[in-house]
């Protein structure tokens, strides 16, 4: 996942631009980079921010930079903002999102004109340069987002910085967050809400699915009407959205205790404790908690002054030793002790399993799990969600092909593992507790994971977890 910000002011906008960006480190990615227009022009830096924050590397830009708009990201891989010069005049662009078709819109590139890219590691193409190269198909930036919205499938919200102001576009669908703030002389636009709190921005709007505007330190225009239908991420909720931040109005942490408080009311599991893994399982297990009366506790605390994320490196195994040693116990709220744990969900279910083997070596006596979401059964289509190459990499899809004695599975029958009252759902559950060595398992329900959104269903996105488009 990644995320951008930009500010639109009448005085300098440097400090807010450098903040707003800043407060999407938690995204967990690998760049960062910040855009700037001036009394010079253009002025840009990147840097790799993969095991240092982002604040630490950007300190030396600040003080150079100056101007009064600016755009910037946290980014999953490539490098932005990217400063492009075309017959669309001089601007910088960024986005958040994911092109499944990334290689027949590069053969379309070549045929509208002889073009070319330049290619990252391993071959791969920039995305934010194929968006940029879309748009330079048309006759001004506004025609281009509309082609860029129409020819590329998965999901792009784009940010575009002129002399004059930013464009801001929210992906076809709604499936991440475009939000504007507003104070005086000034706006800003970010993927989270908490990132302009602390700035003195208060909340104007939620951009629309696909809908278009463009923004200076004193107006908004909207370019584009938004689309009736939408279908945001369900997942920034449940996990990769900040606790303090606001999706269609509703609140991240809100979301997360009324999702612990329903996994409470279907369960009958007595534990001495309940415990969330850190981060964003703690908010899910203070909503059990308050429901089922159970003491919260956390008996175990997450280090983090100096370890990077637990899914920043390319290696599997470097990512589980490192969620593994920021976990430290505490022996007293362990030691014979039944625990139910709560974390946003399981993917591999590698870090999880050691997680409970953790706690049995600590002297845990049961370790009952309860996801905050479905079973994921199928991989993301629409967002970079998860480094997985292949869908055999989730733990319920190799679970499936265990228990049907193929891979080939129609998504008939994987619909069949999804559905909560079936006997192929009941059994994978059980393998799966069996392989992780829980003592229980019980996921959240989907029709009560929607319920704790607050959304209408059609709204949200759960691909991942119903195969539903």
Same mark, same amino acid.
Not at 379 to 399: A, H, P, Q, W
């Given at each position: ?59 030396? =830009? ?17 490098? @932005? ?36 890219? !330049? ?98 330190? =004193? ?71 308050? @429901? ?34 920021? !976990?430290?116990?505490? @022996? ?6 039944? !625990? ?10 590698? @870090? ?68 909560? =009252? ?36 059609? =709204? ?10």
């Amino acid at each position: 996942m990644s995320g951008f910000f930009g500010v639109a002011s009448k005085n300098d906008c440097v400090m807010d631009l450098f903040f707003g960006v800043d407060y999407h480190s938690h995204l967990g990615t690998r760049r960062g980079g910040m855009a700037v227009y001036g009394k010079d022009g253009f002025d840009r830096s990147i840097h790799n921010i993969e095991n240092s924050p982002f604040r630490t590397k950007f300190d030396k =830009d600040v003080e150079e930079f100056e101007g009064n708009i600016g755009i910037g990201c946290i980014s999953d891989n490539e490098a @932005q903002p990217l400063l492009v010069n075309s017959h669309l005049g001089s601007f910088a662009i960024t986005t958040v999102g994911r092109i499944n078709n990334l290689e027949e819109l590069r053969e379309k590139c070549f045929e509208y004109g002889k073009t070319h890219f !330049l290619e990252m590691s391993g071959g791969v193409i920039n995305p934010t340069e194929m968006v940029a190269a879309i748009m330079n198909q048309k006759e001004s930036i506004v025609e281009g987002i509309k082609h860029v919205q129409e020819v590329v499938k998965g999901s792009m919200s784009i940010l575009i910085m002129t002399k004059d102001g930013i464009y801001c576009a929210r992906d076809k669908y709604g499936r991440t967050p475009v939000i504007i703030g507003s104070k005086n002389d000034a706006h800003c636009v970010t993927f989270e809400s908490s990132a302009f709190l602390n700035l003195g921005y208060h909340h104007v709007k939620d951009l629309g699915p696909g809908e278009i505007v463009f923004m200076t330190h =004193d107006y908004l225009k909207q370019e584009q009407a938004p689309f009736e239908k939408m279908k945001i991420c369900s997942f920034l909720w449940v996990y990769y959205g900040y606790p303090t931040s606001t999706y269609e109005g509703e609140n991240v942490e809100m979301m997360r205790n009324r999702c612990g408080e329903l996994l409470a009311k279907r369960d009958d599991a007595k534990p001495d404790f309940v415990a969330g893994v850190p981060d964003s399982g703690i908010a899910h297990a203070v909503g059990y908690a308050n @429901q089922s009366g159970i003491p919260f506790a956390r008996p175990f605390i997450k280090y983090t002054p100096t370890w990077p994320r637990s899914f920043m490196p390319s290696s599997q195994g470097q990512r589980n030793l490192i969620a593994k040693m920021k !976990l430290i116990p505490v @022996q007293e709220l362990i030691k014979d002790k039944s !625990l139910l744990l709560i974390d946003d969900s399981i993917v591999r279910g590698t @870090q999880l399993r050691e997680t409970t083997e953790f706690l049995y070596e600590s002297g845990a006596k049961e370790v009952h799990v309860r996801p905050a979401c479905p079973p994921i059964l199928f991989g993301c289509k629409y967002l970079n969600f998860s480094r997985s190459s292949s869908e055999m990499d989730l733990i319920t899809r190799r679970v499936v092909r265990d228990l049907e004695g193929t891979d080939q599975v129609s998504d008939e029958v994987l619909k069949e593992y999804a559905n909560p =009252d079936s006997e192929r759902y009941q059994a994978m559950l059980e393998e799966i507790r069996r392989r992780l060595k829980f003592t229980s398992l019980r996921y959240h329900r989907l029709d009560d994971m929607v319920e704790s959104i607050g959304l209408k269903p059609c =709204d949200l996105c759960t691909y991942c977890f119903s195969g539903e488009e």
